[in-house]
């Protein structure tokens, strides 16, 4: 029979603790939908978008309401559209995003990604105009995300593209000037990109990937947070086993939801990714965490070590928890998503080098880190150039998700409201990686990619 | 298909008579119910077989929340499974 305790535990978690799944992602395969002209391309994908995902947010919704647990995001992913849009005569790419970007309005999806481009080791004539219309598509469409992979451990880091990339999110940035600089929110640049991650706004369907299919990302820092504040004073293993047996029932949730929404949906089921994924809602902190494990702030000396212990934890509880785990699983440490990072910034504790380290033994990287608006496009390539080194010689994800906000300085705080939250903007070193990032060519795979 | 309704809020007169008397309506029979009431705050578990029920599910959960609303408490609908699932290998 059932346990009483354990109802109230699980209803205490969703009511006062926030834990929620944070999204369902249909990932859908636009490889049929090329053409050589790219009108009928678009309305191919417009059409197949909307006919596969057309049940997506009220399957969403009847599981919510089923079960009693929030699912706060319903999204898309797609193949990478520099693949399918390379057949075209097209030589501007926005006109794809507006399909993409129409399609989600159609379906009622908040987030659609996969505006994307795999350029780890070169590009294709597609793959060139894909990154040049990414500044247009992101500032005229709502729903449109857009990722950039340019390393992997296998190919070494593409500094082409790094050097491109920094002026693509100046780009952005300029366009959507009177909106924070909004764009630049939508715009991940990888290394190592998962093909499988169901969070925005570096989802994309991969080229392995199925026809159709459900990943699901949980969530839940406030219920790991508020175990740890039971355990003052316990040593580390005991804190490091507190995480695992939240993380595990988290897990589940996920894993019950995602095999729901598969079955509901007559779509396979992908991966559960076993993300802590922050809001700025208080008490949905990661930063709280690791504050509660007894740091002052989140940035303080230690935080690279809390983290680490708090983001192998989580894959250790969650892992037995579902039947396939993939995407990023890991920590997710975006700055303006999380109450207790931004105020860490804005009191001095948490600064871009601190942030870095952090990204080498958690998931993903500096992601959602306002910056002021005069930083060079070469010094935004050159953090590129660093986050993806990280990712490509630790065998790891890694991403930049940087945010040039014109006409702001250090100490400037820019408000985004909803689920971006606010960002201060954070100090960037002043010196300058000019002459480095113009070398450009391609960074060698390192040695431990020669694993044959 | 089996659910759990929970009742959370202040104690007082007639909420036991109030789900029950909406679980008849819907023909909902009741497999096990406890309640404890703590600090003044009154808590009920209650599962049911839905297989029976006369209506949606979401109707049921509807008129759930609106008795709620009415004695003051927070009444809940949930499949069983989430509680089962999170708790039990």
Do not use: W
């Amino acid at each position: 029979m059932f346990n009483g305790n354990e109802i109230l535990e699980t209803i205490y978690m969703i009511s006062q603790e926030n834990l929620d799944i944070r999204t369902i992602t249909m990932g859908i395969s636009l490889r049929d939908c090329a053409s050589d002209s790219a009108r009928t391309s678009c309305r191919k994908i417009y059409d197949k978008i909307s006919r596969y995902a057309q049940n997506l947010v009220k399957t969403g919704e009847d599981i919510e309401r089923d079960f009693g647990i929030p699912i706060i995001n319903k999204r898309i992913s797609v193949t990478p559209v520099a693949l399918v849009a390379e057949s075209s005569d097209a030589d501007n790419y926005a006109v794809f995003a507006k399909a993409m970007d129409d399609a989600a309005k159609n379906v009622g999806v908040n987030f659609i990604g996969g505006f994307s481009a795999l350029v780890h080791k070169g590009y294709t004539k597609g793959d060139a105009l894909l990154i040049k219309a990414i500044p247009e598509a992101l500032s005229t469409t709502e729903r449109v995300c857009s990722s950039v992979n340019l390393a992997t451990t296998k190919t070494g880091i593409n500094m082409d593209a790094v050097k491109e990339m920094g002026l693509v999110i100046k780009e952005c940035a300029e366009r959507t000037r009177d909106r924070g600089a909004i764009a630049c929110s939508k715009l991940v640049v990888f290394a190592n990109a998962a093909e499988d991650n169901p969070f925005m706004a570096g989802a994309f369907h991969g080229v392995g990937e199925p026809e159709c299919v459900i990943n699901v990302g949980v969530s839940g820092p406030g219920v790991v947070a508020s175990a740890l504040k039971n355990l003052k004073g316990a040593d580390l293993g005991t804190v490091a086993e507190t995480i695992k047996k939240t993380a595990f029932k988290i897990t589940r949730m996920g894993q019950l939801v995602a095999q729901e929404a598969s079955s509901r949906l007559k779509v396979p089921f992908g991966i559960v990714d076993l993300s802590l994924a922050p809001t700025p809602a208080i008490g949905d902190s990661v930063a709280h965490i690791l504050e509660a494990m007894g740091l002052e702030r989140c940035g303080a000396h230690g935080t690279t070590a809390a983290l680490a212990l708090l983001n192998d934890a989580v894959k250790k509880g969650g892992v037995m928890a579902s039947s396939y785990v993939g995407g990023l699983s890991g920590a997710f440490i975006p700055v303006s998503e999380d109450a207790g990072m931004i105020d860490a910034a804005i009191c001095g504790a948490l600064s871009i080098e601190k942030l870095e380290a952090m990204t080498c033994v958690c998931s993903v990287g500096l992601d959602m880190i306002a910056v002021p608006g005069d930083t060079p496009a070469s010094t935004l390539s050159a953090i590129i150039a660093d986050e993806a080194a990280i990712g490509v010689v630790n065998n790891k994800t890694t991403a930049v998700r940087i945010i040039p906000v014109p006409g702001m300085k250090e100490g400037d705080v820019v408000e985004y409201g909803g689920l971006f939250g606010r960002a201060p903007i954070m100090r960037v070193n002043p010196f300058s990686a000019e002459e480095f990032i113009q070398r450009g060519g391609r960074i060698p795979a390192p040695l431990q990619s020669l694993r044959n | 298909m089996k659910a759990v309704i929970t009742v959370l809020g202040c104690d007082r007169i007639g909420i036991i008579a109030s789900i029950t008397g909406i679980l008849a309506k819907t023909n909902v029979n009741i497999l096990d119910i406890s309640q404890t009431i703590m600090q003044n705050i009154f808590s009920m578990i209650m599962l049911v077989d839905l297989s029976g029920m006369n209506c949606e599910f979401s109707k049921l959960s509807e008129l759930l929340t609106k008795v709620g609303e009415e004695l003051g408490v927070e009444v809940r609908l949930q499949r069983e499974e989430i509680f089962t699932r999170m708790h039990r290998i």
